[in-house]
């Protein structure tokens, strides 16, 4: 596959108006199998590490995200240095790689294939099925002797934290979270990671609808943890009572900054 290929690939899977180039180095690398030049927006693929196209591609849109990320940030703040910070894989850059993964697939550039392979398709139902949604109903039956655990310290006089630090050796952020998710009605087939994430949630409508998801398929973690974070955001901007409180504790906190500042200039022309 051509340079120009690659790259016509990538502006199918979504348009960008900033130019870049695409270079296949011709190399093998042990570190890495692509990098981004934010400063030059130069996609590089080390093509002798991949074994198809459509590896190729993957490692493509990987770097082609980096310089969406990059553009976007640009956007914002044309000052912005992005020679490091759009290089970092944050949950924002991932969750914006598996929408052009998605997009790729659906248009026939890339497919991730494990269903084509028998046996790893048998060893997927094996791991969702005897590992993660047994795993996930492990845990929660583990809250629930952490919360009958909390009540016996209680009654016993025993501070529960110092049980939990000392004698159970457990962190004490990893048992607030088995609690949660014992808490809640959820799914154990998403897996205990992502049943947390749906334990974060607040609204029971809002829980479901993240669960639905995670049951689905097809999304990564970091694409729903960003579709989260987008709707409370949106959600937040949308309420004028929250927006008003805001603005009222932002301008409480800046008359009680001048008002101390005024005594201290009072009292200073006081003293001349």
């Not at 000392?166 to 087939?189: F, G, Q």
């Amino acid at each position: 596959m051509t340079n120009e290929r690659i790259k016509e690939i990538l502006l199918e899977i979504q348009p960008c108006d900033i130019e870049f180039s695409v270079i296949q180095t011709g190399k093998e690398s042990k570190r890495v199998n692509g990098f981004y030049k934010p400063d030059t927006h130069e996609i590089f693929i080390h093509n002798l590490n991949l074994k198809s196209d459509n590896m190729l591609v993957y490692t493509a849109i990987h770097e082609y995200t980096h310089h969406l990320v990059t553009v976007e940030k640009l956007a914002q703040n044309p000052a912005a240095n992005c020679a490091g910070g759009c290089k970092v894989h944050t949950q924002e850059f991932w969750a914006k790689f598996g929408d052009l993964l998605a997009v790729a697939e659906q248009k026939g550039f890339y497919s991730i294939g494990w269903e084509e392979n028998a046996e790893l398709k048998a060893l997927t139902e094996d791991i969702k099925v005897n590992y993660l949604e047994k795993n996930g109903e492990l845990m929660k039956e583990f809250g629930k002797k952490l919360a009958r655990a909390f009540d016996l310290c209680k009654e016993a006089d025993v501070r529960y934290e110092d049980y939990i630090d000392r004698v159970l050796c457990l962190p004490r952020n990893a048992a607030k979270d088995i609690r949660k998710v014992s808490a809640c009605d959820i799914n154990p087939a998403i897996g205990f990671e992502n049943m947390k994430v749906v334990a974060s949630v607040k609204k029971k409508d809002d829980r479901a609808e993240v669960e639905k998801d995670f049951l689905d398929g097809g999304k990564s973690p970091s694409t729903i943890r960003q579709m989260m974070k987008q709707k409370s955001a949106s959600a937040r901007e949308q309420d004028p009572k929250t927006k008003l409180e805001k603005e009222k504790s932002r301008l409480e906190k800046t008359i009680a900054q001048l008002t101390q500042r005024l005594e201290y200039v009072e009292e200073s022309l006081a003293n001349l």
